[in-house]
């Protein structure tokens, strides 16, 4: 379980969040949504403990605060966003990464059979077990987003954090990272927090939605409850239920 209470953060001295208060069981999937500037990026970094903040994050009852990085990082993963690639590692050797809390902090230590057991587990349940010796400098974005998705798994975490994974891929790619997030998630009982733009990508996956605007404006709640109100078209300034709709139109045409 994890549980904001309160919680504010941003940057030289300016909140850009404030007062975030919200609580999800294990299992239960969290998907931001707002306009740019509104502060889903800073709530992420403020979740992880990646910047100072004011208020609270409880991970079963237990204040980040009061946990050293290592406790932090076993509980919480946050998965890369798609960028550049400055090395080339394999696919095998980029997901060992995540399992460095398990390897006594030693890099030069060879991984043990049951590391390599995990590496291998994790690159199986991202469907990408027989990419395991390619260089990921070879990949597609598609697939290197599930290779850092597997090097999130390989933490062990109870939640992951996403900032716009889907962001910079194809339909297809976008599909199946949504599936394999929805596919750890109900497997092992843990949750996804996320930033998505995409609405759909959120409905997909969410089982709540939390709203930011400029104004700090939040609404925290099931996503059936949130889409059937107007809060979304005052958030984005426009119909966004009657945009969507005029999309689909287009399909039957």
């Not at 306009?35 to 403990?49: C, D, W």
């Not at 089982?207 to 107007?230: C, H, Q, R, T, W």
């Amino acid at each position: 379980m994890i549980e904001l209470k309160n919680l504010s953060a941003g940057y030289n001295g300016v909140d850009i969040i404030r007062n975030v208060s919200l609580k999800l069981d294990a299992g239960d999937n969290l998907c931001i949504l707002g306009v740019n500037g509104s502060g889903k990026t800073t709530l992420l970094k403020a979740i992880a403990g990646i910047i100072p903040s004011q208020g609270d994050v409880l991970i079963d009852g237990k204040s980040i605060k009061a946990m050293k990085r290592q406790e932090i990082a076993n509980e919480i993963a946050v998965m890369s966003q798609l960028s550049n690639i400055y090395f080339s590692y394999t696919v095998f050797e980029t997901v060992l990464l995540g399992r460095y809390l398990y390897m006594k902090n030693n890099f030069l230590k060879e991984p043990s059979e049951k590391d390599k057991a995990y590496v291998r587990k994790c690159l199986e349940t991202v469907g990408m077990l027989d990419k395991q010796d390619k260089q990921i400098d070879t990949l597609s974005g598609g697939q290197l987003q599930r290779v850092f998705l597997a090097r999130a798994l390989a933490q062990e975490p109870n939640i992951i954090l996403l900032d716009e994974p889907t962001n910079h891929l194809d339909l297809k790619s976008q599909r199946e990272l949504i599936y394999y997030l929805k596919r750890w998630s109900k497997d092992y009982n843990h949750s996804v927090i996320g930033v998505f733009h995409d609405i759909n990508h959120a409905l997909e996956l969410a089982d709540y939605l939390l709203v930011l605007a400029k104004d700090n404006v939040m609404v925290f709640g099931k996503p059936e409850e949130i889409i059937n109100s107007k809060l979304l078209d005052e958030v984005y300034e426009m119909d966004v239920a009657g945009y969507m709709i005029d999309c689909l139109k287009k399909w039957e045409r």
